[in-house]
Nanobody
Framework: QVQLVESGGGLVQAGGSLRLSCAASGRTFSSKAMGWFRQAPGKEREFVAC????????SYTKPVRGRFSISRDNAKNTAYLQMSSLIPEDTAVYFC?????????????????WGQGTQVTVSS
């Protein structure tokens, strides 16, 4: 049974930092891209960042560029999202996605597996 478990969310003041983790179990995703998404209250789920299978390619949605950094450790079957200079607009439930791919235009194509989400709340 494949599981993705996110952790690291919480309440932080604006300007602060958080590091999210996404630990996969049940199968390895070392040959597939992984991504992070978020969903704010009353809004659709949106793409945040993705990383290629070996970490040599990554992309970010424009509002988080320069503030967020995605990484992965294939030996641990885990992906990370380092979030800095957080602003209240970053408040959302953050979801990990696995078994994805990155197309020739650099767009992330979601895989079949999703985590349960972790809440990030940024206070002003």
């Amino acid at each position: 049974q494949v599981q993705l478990v996110e952790s690291g969310g919480g309440l932080v003041q604006a300007g602060g930092s958080l590091r999210l983790s996404c630990a996969a179990s049940g199968r390895t995703f070392s040959s597939k891209a992984m991504g992070w998404f978020r969903q704010a209250p009353g809004k659709e789920r949106e793409f945040v960042a993705c990383i290629s299978w070996n970490g040599d390619r990554s992309s970010y949605t424009k509002p988080v560029r320069g503030r967020f950094s995605i990484s992965r450790d294939n030996a641990k079957n885990t992906a990370y999202l380092q979030m800095s200079s957080l602003i209240p607009e970053d408040t959302a439930v953050y979801f990990c996605n696995a078994d994805g791919s990155i197309d020739t235009l650099g767009n992330y194509v979601s895989g079949a597996y999703w985590g349960q989400g972790t809440q990030v709340t940024v206070s002003s």
